[in-house]
């Protein structure tokens, strides 16, 4: 059964810096794809970062340049490391894995099937 936990939320200030995690499991294979959403009180969910199995990136212009994706398959830990935060960041982030490997890497929340729980990060100015 695959299951996704986040963590590392929390609450900074404008221009801090946080990591946040997402242990997975129960994946039942090898090639993949993780990404990060987020979603505001009123707005859609948006994704903010995806990695492939293979290692490839990809952001959103909205925070390239301040996130950055990454992936520990050895203790099968999926990372969003962001910097420069803004109060626009504030959202409810989630971690998410579509296994339909053999598709193209999507980005729409809708392709994704498998969900954490959420992690809570608030950015005051």
């Known amino acids: 059964q695959v299951r996704l936990v986040e963590s590392g939320g929390g609450s900074v200030q404008a221009g801090d810096s946080l990591t946040l995690s997402c242990a997975y499991s129960?994946?039942?294979?090898?090639?993949?794809?993780l990404a990060w959403f987020r979603q505001a009180p009123g707005k859609q969910r948006e994704g903010v970062a995806y990695?492939?199995?293979?290692?490839?990136?990809h952001y959103p212009d909205s925070v390239k340049g301040r996130f950055t994706i990454t992936e520990d398959n050895i203790k099968k830990t999926v990372y969003l490391q962001m910097n420069s935060l803004k109060p626009e960041d504030t959202a409810l982030y989630y971690c998410?894995?579509?296994?339909?490997?053999?598709?193209?890497?999507?980005?729409?929340?809708?392709?994704?099937?498998?969900w954490g729980q959420g992690t809570q990060v608030t950015v005051s100015s």
């Open positions: 998410a894995a579509d296994l339909q490997w053999w598709l193209p890497p999507r980005r729409e929340a809708a392709d994704f099937g498998y």
């Open positions: 990695i492939s199995s293979g290692g490839m990136t």
């Open positions: 129960g994946f039942t294979t090898n090639s993949y794809y």
